[in-house]
Nanobody, 130 residues
């Protein structure tokens, strides 16, 4: 059984920062280690469709971002801790959403295509006040 647990969400004022974490636990993902998986962050605001945010390859060597967060958000990972992070700076009210992390069983670059990710966390709420 695979678990992805997000944390770090909360309420922040516009212009502020939050850092989300996503810890992977449970059985080895289909016999592979966390470090073999691409990881991504996605978000969904009330009444809106899920939106891609950022992605990182297994090694951390390639990063992808949605245009809406480029220059403000940074995705990173620590394979020794089975954890992926999302540093969010200069936040805007439109960043308000439930943020989900996801894992994709590949060492290829899959970017921010949600269809390429097999495992999903339960989400953490981020609210940015104006």
């Amino acid at each position: 059984q695979v678990q992805l647990v997000e944390s770090g969400g909360g309420l922040v004022q516009a212009g502020g920062s939050l850092k989300l974490s996503c810890a992977a636990s449970g059985r080895t993902f289909s016999g592979r280690t966390f470090s073999s998986y691409a990881m991504g962050w996605f978000r969904q605001a009330p009444g809106k469709e899920r939106e891609s945010v950022a992605a990182i390859t297994w090694s951390g060597g390639t990063l992808d971002y949605a245009d809406s967060v480029k220059g403000r958000f940074t995705i990173s990972r620590d394979n020794a801790k089975n954890t992926v992070y999302l540093q969010m700076n200069s936040q805007k009210p439109e960043d308000t959403a439930v943020y989900y992390c996801a894992a994709g069983n590949t060492r290829e670059r899959i970017g921010v295509d949600p269809g390429k990710y097999e495992y999903w966390g339960q989400g953490t709420q981020v609210t940015v006040s104006s």
